[in-house]
């Protein structure tokens, strides 16, 4: 079993930053592509951002330039930079793994999920 716990949401004002981690624990062998996923009120969860264990990245078209993704391997956490922050980035953001390579299996990860809130 392997948990993703996020940190760092929270009530921002428009034009203002905030940083989430997202770290990986458990039982694993490698982890491949970690991302960003977020769910805005009464919308489905949309992508956000991913990130290979190579450093390939892939962006939202509309969080490029404001979003940025990385990632430490050695400690299995991902994070996301997200600045000039807008009214419609609000959502709830979702930690994800979906391809954990364990011992027996390969299997798909979710966090908890971390409130973000940018008011106007």
């Known amino acids: 079993q392997v948990q993703l716990v996020e940190s760092g949401g929270g009530l921002v004002q428009a034009g203002g930053s905030l940083r989430l981690s997202c770290a990986a624990s458990g039982s694993f062998w490698t982890i491949n592509t970690m991302g960003w996923y977020r769910q805005p009120p009464g919308k489905q969860r949309e992508l956000v951002a991913t990130?290979?264990?190579?450093?390939?990245?892939n962006y939202a078209d509309s969080v490029k330039g404001r979003f940025t993704i990385s990632r430490d391997n050695a400690k299995n956490t991902v994070s996301l930079q997200m600045n000039s922050l807008k009214p419609e980035d609000t959502a709830v953001y979702y930690c994800n793994a979906p391809s954990v390579r364990e011992r027996l299996r390969i299997a798909e990860y979710w966090g908890q999920g971390t409130q973000v809130t940018v008011s106007s």
């Open positions: 990130i290979t264990s190579g450093g390939t990245t």
